[in-house]
């Protein structure tokens, strides 16, 4: 990789045809625009570049225009880059990010056929202990390791295969390609055999009674060793609210979506999120999820339940009609969500999804009428975001959190959504700015997906990657990048207290609070991805 930036910030995928074309420079004067046989196609006269506040850059987003298919090349006074705007140009980078997902996969062999070079053994299939009851030993394999670590969650993996779903539910020409995966072949899309490998993995984490462990982890975090050497004992930790209605929402989505393809096992994920649903009413208080003593593995931890039940309740009205589960959903909304919001924390954009794209009219007044208005009205305040930064990024400077990553592809599918239920075109534009800047046109001059764009991130915080002795990392995973609400202290010792928010980021292995992966950073990407893949609706 070059270590040098360019002054010249573009998606390192290309473009797609019939999409505009953006680019961010770093530079006074014109900038030239010239086709593959080196004639000018424009010449743009750059504004004096204002100040980015999260990056203080000086900096224009260009706006290109839409661009025919073929190779270009930008110029800004001695510095020149190439790019292509192709039809369908980030298929290749939309099904690598759910390829990760394969990478990902625990219990199971990864064989040379379908992970090459990454291939390893089976790991994590030793019999996991109860925690709380030590006496109970269970057999629960399968899932997906969540980030970097080697654990498995049942919130995060729960919000992973909704994002997964609904992207192909909505989107399903832009993201079912084969993956090459065991399953390929089998008639079934490569994204739903994907999801169901977690699928099938949640069915195993609840109880008898009906709730869900919060997650299958070790009582620590595995040193940077292949998941196959980490033999050390698993734990089904306590029962979580949040878990149990993810779960539940998932299963029910999840029902609906695999039904026509294995009724079996679509009726048995049905079933599964009906008795979380029974425990959630026999449990009505909250009780937030706290590690045990002497377990230092992942938290996940959320101050409600309420967006985790919304999305439960909606899911399960879509899934059964039964007027029950809309009340609850009606009474949960008004108590006020983030609709907007779709990462493990904030579950609540995943109802909106089922209420403004599934059940429309049928969710009735509030969650269809109301909702919507609500909805709509808070993408303005995402757009106002992404029109206030010099690259179009839709994150305030003090929003550069831990997985950075999930905000800006959540903003993209809120805006995505807003796109298609208005018809705007400003609003589907702005979500391509979020594509554009995980794919390389941001402050760093960074691909944030490994294995993709001229400059990819190489070190992820990644255990397989890390010790696998490969160059390259394992690839499709996208980094969490910038991050300078909490960092490690080692992270601060290098960048100190002066480097801006959206550069606060360290490409190296041991930083995971800026350069970690996670299986719900990818899935959000693909939604975006699979979208864009499409056609222009609007
Ligand atoms: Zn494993």
Redesign the pocket.
């Known amino acids: 990789m070059n270590a040098e930036t360019s002054v010249l910030r573009i998606n390192q995928e290309g473009y797609t045809e019939g999409l505009p074309v953006s680019a961010a420079v770093l530079a006074d004067g014109p900038v030239i625009l010239r086709n593959a046989a080196g004639e000018t196609v424009r010449t743009f006269s750059v504004a004096p570049p204002e100040t980015d506040p999260a990056s203080g850059d000086k900096v224009t987003l260009l706006d290109l225009g839409l661009l025919e298919a073929g190779d270009y090349e930008l110029q800004a006074g001695a510095v020149r880059r190439r790019f292509a705007v192709r039809s369908q140009a980030w298929n290749s980078v939309t099904h690598a990010l759910l390829k990760g997902l394969y990478y990902q996969r ?2 199971c062999e990864l064989d040379p056929v379908h992970a090459g070079q990454y291939s390893h053994p089976a ?2 299939t030793a019999p996991a202990m109860d925690w709380e009851d030590r006496s109970i030993r269970r057999r629960v394999t399968g899932g997906w ?1 969540d980030a970097g670590d ?1 654990g498995k969650y049942v919130g995060p993996g729960a919000v992973t295969v909704g994002h997964l779903l609904y992207a192909w539910k909505l989107f399903p020409r832009g993201c079912s390609d084969p993956l090459n995966i065991p399953e390929s072949g089998n008639g079934v899309p490569d994204i739903l055999n994907e999801a169901r490998y977690e699928l099938e993995w949640l069915l195993q984490m609840q109880r008898s009674d009906g709730a869900f462990h919060h997650k299958l982890t070790k009582d620590h975090f595995a040193p940077f060793i292949m ?1 196959q050497d ?1 033999l050390d004992p698993e734990y089904l930790m306590p029962v979580g609210w949040c878990a149990t209605a993810d779960a539940c929402a998932c299963l029910a989505l999840a029902f609906r979506v695999y039904r026509s393809f294995d009724e079996a096992f679509a009726n048995r994920m049905l079933l599964s999120a009906r008795r979380a649903w029974d425990w959630l009413q026999a449990n009505p208080d909250f009780k937030p999820y706290v590690n045990p003593e002497g377990v230092r593995t992942g938290w996940y931890g959320c101050r409600s339940d309420a967006d985790d039940r919304f999305w439960a309740a909606c899911e399960l009205f879509a899934a059964t009609g039964e007027k029950q589960f809309r009340e609850s959903a009606e009474k949960l909304y008004a108590s006020g969500l983030q609709i907007t919001q779709f990462g493990w924390a904030e579950v609540a954009g995943m109802g909106a999804l089922c209420c403004l794209f599934d059940l429309k009219e049928a969710a009735g007044e509030i969650l269809w009428t109301r909702l919507r208005e609500d909805f709509i009205s808070r993408c303005e305040d995402i757009l106002v975001l992404s029109r206030a930064s010099g690259y179009g990024t839709a994150l305030a400077p003090d929003g550069y959190v831990w997985g950075s990553i999930l905000p800006i592809m959540g903003g993209a599918m809120a805006m995505i959504m807003a796109a298609l239920l208005t018809g705007r075109q400003d609003m589907r534009n702005a979500a391509l700015l979020q594509w554009h800047y995980a794919l390389g046109m941001n402050a760093l001059d960074l691909c944030f997906v490994t294995g993709c764009g001229e400059r990819p991130v190489m070190h992820p915080h990644h255990r397989p990657s890390g010790a696998d002795s490969i160059d390259a990392p394992v690839p499709g995973l996208i980094s969490g990048g910038p991050n300078n609400k909490i960092c490690f202290p080692q992270t601060r010792e290098k960048l100190g207290e002066n480097v801006p928010p959206a550069k606060y980021f360290l490409d190296e292995t041991p930083s995971a609070d800026t350069n970690e992966i996670a299986i719900y950073w990818n899935s959000p990407a693909v939604f975006v991805g699979a979208y864009f893949n499409l056609p222009p609706l609007c």
């Open positions: 625990c219990g790991c994590h390791h080697y998941p980490d």
